[in-house]
């Protein structure tokens, strides 16, 4: 569910030399795009990548194939932020996304990226 104020879609800044990407409501082509530019803009200076699935309430299979592919690419540099009970979580288990740096908290995978 999206909180009281947060907008469906995909918020972009940055922590440290971490991008931080949150996004909310579905995960559609449209903002799957929009993910997989950030993430591909990211890749040549070897930045750290969080991307804060905690308000997603689907993921569209676009968006399942976009994080896999980009996880090739990009590997542990890729941090996912999906509470164990969260529709996020459910969907990239679904989908077999189970190599991914999964965390339940937004701090444990900024902890986790700064390493």
Known sequence: MLESGQAPGVQ???????????AAGTLGASETERLRGHI??????DRRV??????VERLEREALEML???WRAVGDRLRV????DS????????????RF????TLSGALAHAAE
């Open 12 to 22: 972009v800044s940055a922590i440290g030399g971490t991008l931080l990407l949150e």
């Open 40 to 45: 591909e803009r990211a890749r040549p200076g």
């Open 50 to 55: 969080v991307l804060d699935l905690t308000a």
């Open 68 to 70: 896999r592919d980009q």
């Open 81 to 84: 932020v999906a509470p164990a």
């Open 87 to 98: 529709p996020a979580a459910a969907a990239m288990k679904r989908g077999g996304l189970r």
């Open 101 to 104: 740096a999964i965390h339940g």
